[in-house]
């Protein structure tokens, strides 16, 4: 069974890039069948999809985030990265990784999420 | 892509049912049978309960059942009970490979 883990600074300073890594377990972020994904959930507020990336490497990211967004995978770890720049306090979330099942368009499977501040 | 539009709250009597409304556009919801549930109680990952509208994975009560007209998505809960007490989030493809969630509606048990 895939089990996914984040990691990475719980703050970061205004302006300055969050970066943070998904550690896949159980599968291969090499295979078919996935888009790994990174969601976040900003303070009493809903999920918000940030992007995803196929095990072909090809991105997709949220139109709103996109010019400040890059998700990469490093496949000799089974892992995927956000890379998150230019950030402010409106970026402080739960940032959670995900795995979607293609052909479903769904998270069947998450991480249990990291928290990120954003402040100086 | 703005957020799916769901009410902030909704509540029932325990063995009641209660039905959470997902709001879209024909951009996404109107446009596609890839609509998702998710379940979240406080302090936990988000656990997927319904896709493609209506479908449960394994391991998912029949109790929770999904639908869709037009472009809004239901998510019906029957024979509510108190571990149902949580958030609901719905979610959509919107084409283009992108997702877009709603704002999440807050279950009570009453």
């Known amino acids: 069974q895939v089990q996914l883990q984040e990691s990475g600074p719980g703050l970061v300073k205004p302006s300055q890039t969050l970066s943070l890594t998904c550690t896949v377990s159980?599968?291969?972020?090499?295979?078919?069948?996935?888009?790994w994904s990174w969601i976040r959930q900003l303070p009493g507020k809903g999920l918000e999809w940030i992007g995803y990336?196929?095990?072909?490497?090809?991105?997709y990211y949220n139109p709103s985030l996109e010019s400040r967004v890059a998700i990469s995978k490093d496949t000799s770890k089974n892992q995927f990265s956000l890379k998150l720049s230019s950030v402010t306090a409106a970026d402080t979330a739960l940032y959670y990784c995900?795995?979607?099942?293609?052909?479903?368009?769904?998270?069947?499977?998450w991480g249990q999420g990291t928290l990120v501040t954003v402040s100086s | 892509h703005s957020a799916l539009t769901q009410p902030p709250s909704a509540s029932g009597s325990p063995g009641q049912s209660v039905t959470i409304s997902c709001s879209g556009t024909?951009?996404?919801?109107?446009?596609?049978?890839?609509v998702s549930w998710y379940q979240q109680h406080p302090g936990k990952a988000p656990k997927l309960i319904i896709y493609?509208?209506?479908k449960r994975p394994s391991g998912v009560p029949d109790r929770f059942s999904g639908s869709k007209s037009g472009n809004t998505a239901s998510l019906t809960v029957s024979g509510l009970q108190a571990a149902d007490e949580a958030d609901y989030y719905c979610?959509?493809?919107?084409?283009?490979?992108?997702?877009?969630f709603g704002g999440g509606t807050e279950l009570t048990v009453l």
């Open positions: 990336i196929r095990y072909t490497g090809i991105t």
């Open positions: 995900a795995r979607v099942i293609d052909g479903v368009a769904a998270a069947g499977t």
């Open positions: 979610c959509s493809y919107a084409g283009g490979n992108t997702l877009v």
């Open positions: 024909s951009s996404d919801v109107g446009n596609y049978n890839y």
């Open positions: 159980g599968g291969s972020i090499s295979s078919g069948g996935s888009y």
């Open positions: 493609e509208v209506s």
